[in-house]
């Protein structure tokens, strides 16, 4: 019954996005209440709707009541829900819960009167005006005034805010709203900080089961130039998990303008929000779509044909509205980048990827996955052990489930492979994972920027000495000769320290993958060596591309899948599919990559093809910097 109400809920959201102006999602703009304020004036809500309706097509508007403690009045809120709904669109109200957004997101006080008093007034003027009610990603708690203090007692802070912040939801948001207008629906969005919900009361368990929707902050912005270096893939991987979370309740993705230092980044956040099938996209915010978007530092690629042709979208730029400007908005940017997933998107099947595990309110290895996902190796993040997958990758945070050894070994028992991290063997050192091997995670460190691989005895093929190759610090994993074997290791002065490590358990395989200490080092491993670990962390999956890392891939369970290149140069990727197969298709473009036969690898066996391996089918694929393109195989 469950799983017939989540296909109902999802064919809904799907009737309802292609009901809109985009036919496999739909999109919205979040209009803060300060903007909304400037609303008065009837004339300047026409002139900016003219603006941003000339270069996206919105299907709905979030029409914020309250933020920094700033209410709108309820004529106001009349007014311009009326604009909308008479041309079609789609409202809700919206909040954020603010206390000082400039003072470092300062959050209201929940064990203050006043302040809680100020959320519930809050929540009944939303009710009283719309149907739909979503908490833009700022209800947590990072107070720690005096009555706050009072109330932790004893409880960790974590402890503390999650039970807090549940009770809050309850009764401040949920029942103030409900009482109000018993039909709404209140919808809690998620930031993108996930790995550290629970220390500000986010709480992944309870939450989503207690609100009537969820919605994911997909901005991951710049990967370095920002303050909390989110990976591009994070874009897309955060989607899939909280689809995971609450399947068909998750609403949709929110992209804001910050940290894009050039005009790509924007367009890609965008795209892989809809290459993870979100239903909605929430452009943040209104008043910044009216903006001008200048191409930013891309001359390295600007002269090749991207995905995002910057300079295209400027030549066919024409203003539209008083006060346009002369040159490309956000707006603009935006009407491009959801068109061209539009165009895609509804030819993708199902997401699938490599099943792993993070326990709700869980950390360790923070952010992880998506440095794997990286590296080209899909990702499908669930909150619940995967007992059905074949291959199962464990990081660090699954050791917050008490009983994740008696987990890894059933696996093993069934005939199944675990891949865990170095962080994660290190957490579980005396809880059991003994029983399973004798290896452990060493207090010593090893740089090296030397690599060999092999399969057996004296069957060892070296990379070579590189001085350009970036030295890469990595920590020690210790291990008995011939009770486990090295795949791969990496060589400082004679010495070998194992990278991927193999290790027989009943009838199944566990893997330990050692990581290294600063994670953006996956990038600088040769592809010799992802290479092994894509063999082990992706056996048995039915496409893989080798090539260099900051290329991500995107699969579906209808065959086809996506490979975006983030890399400010043209990638060169060798894709491999399982089957027999003699083209590539461009679902795009229409174009055909013919198959061709690869030279038998030379070095250790584990390279070589196994008699009793299914067809495979292999491709050159080239993909142009900051770029996509989908594929299905034809025979």
Not at 214 to 242: A, C, K, W
Not at 603 to 610: A, C, I, M, S, V
């Amino acid at each position: 019954m469950k799983k017939t109400l989540c296909l109902l809920s999802c064919l809904a959201a799907l009737c309802a996005a292609r009901a809109g102006n985009y036919q496999n999602f739909g999109v919205a703009v979040y209009i803060p209440v300060r903007v909304v304020d400037t609303f008065a004036d009837p004339k300047v809500l026409e002139s900016q709707w003219d603006v941003i309706n000339s270069q996206v097509k919105v299907d709905k508007v979030y029409i914020e009541v309250q933020r920094d403690g700033i209410l709108a009045s309820d004529k106001l809120l009349e007014d311009v829900k009326k604009f909308f709904v008479d041309r079609g669109v789609r409202v809700a109200a919206g909040s954020a819960f603010t206390g000082a957004e400039a003072e470092q997101f300062k959050s209201f006080c929940y064990t203050d009167p006043e302040n809680r008093e100020f959320v519930k007034k809050t929540s009944e003027l939303a009710a009283r005006h719309f149907d739909e009610f979503i908490l833009d990603d700022f209800f947590f708690n990072n107070s720690k005034t005096d009555s706050d203090i009072a109330a932790k007692g004893e409880r960790s802070w974590t402890d503390f805010r999650l039970a807090l912040m549940d009770e809050a939801g309850a009764n401040l948001i949920l029942k103030a709203a409900k009482d109000v207008n018993p039909k709404i629906k209140v919808v809690i969005k998620f930031p993108n900080w996930y790995e550290h919900f629970q220390g500000n009361g986010f709480d992944l368990d309870k939450e989503p089961k207690m609100f009537d929707g969820i919605y994911t902050g997909t901005e991951t912005r710049d990967p370095v130039m920002t303050d909390q270096f989110l990976q591009q893939y994070e874009s897309y991987q955060i989607i899939r998990f909280f689809e995971n979370i609450k399947p068909g309740g998750n609403g949709g993705g929110w992209v804001d303008t910050y940290g894009s230092l050039y005009a790509d980044r924007y367009a890609e956040q965008l795209w892989d929000t809809m290459f993870a099938k979100a239903r909605e996209m929430t452009l943040f915010n209104w008043e910044l779509l009216t903006l001008k978007a200048g191409s930013g530092a891309r001359s390295q690629w600007e002269s090749l044909p991207t995905s995002f042709d910057y300079n295209a979208v400027a030549k066919d730029y024409k203003p539209v509205g008083e006060g346009a400007p002369d040159t490309p908005s956000w707006g603009t940017l935006a009407g491009v980048a959801l068109r061209q997933a539009d165009a895609v998107v509804g030819k993708l099947g199902n997401p699938i990827g490599i099943a792993s595990y993070k326990p709700y309110q869980s950390t360790g290895e923070d952010f992880l996955h998506n440095y794997i996902g990286m590296l080209g190796i899909p990702i499908d993040l669930r909150p619940e052990f995967p007992t059905d997958a074949k291959v199962v990758l464990l990081t660090e945070s699954a050791k917050f489930d008490k009983d994740i050894v008696a987990k890894i070994r059933k696996q093993l028992e069934d005939g199944k492979s675990v891949v865990i991290t170095s962080g994660l063997l290190r957490a579980l050192k005396g809880k059991g994972i003994e029983s399973i091997c004798e290896t452990e995670v060493t207090d010593s460190k090893v740089l090296a920027r030397d690599y060999s691989t092999g399969w057996g005895a004296g069957d060892r093929t070296g990379l070579g000495a590189d001085e350009n190759r970036p030295a890469i610090l990595f920590p020690e994993v210790h291990f008995l000769t011939n009770d486990a074997w090295g795949l791969v290791s990496a060589v400082e002065n004679g010495n070998g320290y194992p990278i991927m490590l193999m290790d027989r358990y009943s009838k199944g395989i566990l893997y330990v993958w050692t990581i290294p200490d600063n994670f953006r080092n996956l990038y600088a491993l040769p592809g010799a060596v992802t290479a092994v670990i894509k063999n082990v962390v992706m056996g048995g999956f039915f496409v893989r591309f080798d090539g260099p890392s900051q290329v991500a891939l995107f699969a579906y369970d209808n065959g086809t899948f996506v490979i975006e290149s983030y890399l400010p140069t043209q990638a060169e990727t060798r894709v491999t599919v399982q089957g027999t197969f003699t083209k590539l298709r461009n679902l795009v473009t229409g174009e055909a990559i013919a198959s061709y036969v690869p030279e038998e690898p030379k070095g250790f066996p584990w390279h070589r093809r196994r008699a009793d391996a299914p067809p495979t089918s292999h491709f050159l694929v080239p993909i142009m910097p900051h770029s996509f393109a989908a594929f299905a195989a034809e025979k």
